[in-house]
């Protein structure tokens, strides 16, 4: 299950509003399918995201995986603990491991992201149950 | 012996399973005008003995370096290959072993490789090797890509005494990246410092040769300051057997070492196949080109070997790969291993004092004959350059009937150094030949 205080894209990353940022992260589904993440690359302070692009890189020891942007907006704050241990993104996907936070610049952009129990059913349907 | 797999009467079920009556209705579409309607201008057939008699009356107008004296350098070099190198790598389970796909049949294979990185690491002073490349030019080319994806940056400064065929195969690479290579001018041999501060300035790397291909020996203390002043990277290009006697790159700052492997263990084969090598410092590994081993333990706790860092290879991510050259120099990776540790750390240490005292001795008598003054200044190793008072290409060619091979001619790479004559003294020459060398020299007209 997860959590409700957040919304969800289909690419499976969370954004968490607060105030005018936005904190970023990756799905408890997205990191049970990764497998061991063993490196994330992360944006630099200041870059600006377009909702949907690229914000960073996670790598597992099977795969590779682009995240993108849940939101538009700058990134201002950067989570630095997963740099030495990326694989607090394994055991604390929605909590310790968040990735970045972003200023966001259009706050109407999340209306069309899920809610937890949307998100929920969509990862169910995406893998065939 | 007929080697054609076909009989008439395979050719007759065939023709009769697609309804045609014959080759000539086969073929029916083929205008009659263009069709070949004479025999084929080839020779008969010969026997085994005959051919091996052609071929190697053939092999014989190649100049042997068993029996020529070999000064040329300039990229390739006449060094011993002990016996060990040859025996080894023959056994078949590693020549015939293509690119090992399946760690898990190929531990030995994976073994000799991860050996191989670290040997190269403890040689270069760097951190990771891989698994090796092509040549030297195109691990020159490659430090220049990966500067450019670690930087964000686009322009290569690179110094003129880098080998020309690196400079050209690094602009090729460059010129697919959209990336813009500077070239810096040399000056009495070495870098212009001057220049190598100006070209660094926004410049995602600096890359150096040491030594030099005009044998010269760089500042590259210098040169390390200039790339990182300006947050550049900073790669050299070095001769492997020169660290047996010079401060390897990890030692000086360097960010990658790379070079051609060719002198450790295999021949100079006219010119390849050779060997690649490449290394950087930590923080670059995960931009590193092409295969890379690393040592684990399965789930019994047993040592084992396996690709690792794979996820930045193109057979993962093609489009985000660092290279797209997957294949390794396995083989010749096996020869320098082999030679390596053949040799060991005291081993490679004499073989550059060797070169060195040699190749000093070589251009002492040079210039003592009055004709030959050293072209700069600049320390040198194995490789220096002369004035010539005749054109350094006639120097070639009479040497060479004399089955002297007298060196490399600078003015097919540098105009301006159209004089003056690169000479590369290995520890294979002996003080016999070089008085031969120097007399024939001071000879000529």
Known sequence: ??????????????????????????????????????????????????????????????????????????????????????????????????????????????????DGAAYDKFCEEESGH | MDYIPHTDRDRRRMMDAIGVKSIDELFADIPEQVKFKRRLEIPEGMSELEVYNLL???????????DVVCFLGAGAYDHYVPATVDHVTSRSELYTAYTPYQPEISQAVLQIIYEYQTAICELTGMD??????????????????????HTGRKKIAVSAGVHPEYRATLKAYAHGY????????????????????????????????????????EDVVAAEKAAHAEGALYAVVVDPISLGVLKPPGEYGADMAVGE???????????????????????????????????????????????????????????????????????????????????????????????LDKAHYAAARLEATGKYPLAFKAPFFKEFAVRCPVDPEKIVSELCKDGILAGYPLGRAYPELKD???????????????????????GLK
């Open chain 2, 420 to 442: 003056c004559l690169l000479m590369a003294v290995t520890e294979k020459r002996t003080r016999e030949q070089i008085d031969r060398l120097v007399a024939r020299m001071e």
């Open chain 2, 178 to 217: 959209g990336a813009d290579v500077v070239e810096v001018p040399c000056a009495g041999g070495v870098t212009d410092a001057k220049n190598l501060a100006a070209a660094a300035a926004g410049a995602a790397c600096v890359i150096v040769q040491n030594p030099n291909f005009l044998g010269c020996i």
């Open chain 2, 56 to 66: 190697y009356g053939l092999s014989k107008k190649n100049a042997n370096l068993n």
């Open chain 1, 1 to 114: 299950m997860h959590p409700s205080d957040r919304k969800y894209s289909k690419t499976h990353e969370w954004v968490k509003i607060e105030g005018k940022e936005g904190r970023v992260g990756i799905s408890h589904h997205a990191q049970d399918h990764l497998g061991d993440i063993v490196f994330v690359e992360l944006p630099e302070i200041g870059k600006q995201v377009k909702k949907g692009e690229q914000l960073c890189v996670v790598e597992s020891v099977k795969a590779v995986a682009d995240c993108y942007a849940p939101v538009s907006g700058k990134v201002v704050k950067v989570n630095d603990k997963l740099v030495d241990k990326p694989e607090l993104l394994n055991q604390d996907p929605h909590g310790e491991a968040w990735i970045a936070v972003v200023e966001v610049a259009d706050p109407g952009e999340t209306t069309d992201l899920l």
């Open chain 2, 261 to 355: 492997g060719q002198a450790l263990g295999n021949p100079i084969s006219f010119g390849g196949p050779y060997l690649g090598i490449f290394a950087v410092k930590e923080a670059l590994v995960r931009r590193i080109p092409g295969r890379v081993i690393g040592m684990t333990t399965d789930n019994r706790g047993q040592r084992g070997f396996v690709m690792t860092l794979q996820t930045r290879e193109q057979h993962i991510r093609r489009e985000k790969a660092t290279s797209n050259i997957c294949s390794n120099e396995a083989l010749c990776a096996v020869a320098a291993l082999v030679y390596m540790s053949t040799m060991g750390k005291q081993g490679i240490k004499e073989v550059g004092e060797l070169c």
């Open chain 2, 128 to 149: 990771v090797a891989n698994a090796s490349h092509y040549d030297g030019a195109t691990a020159t080319a490659e430090a220049g890509i990966i500067s450019c994806m």
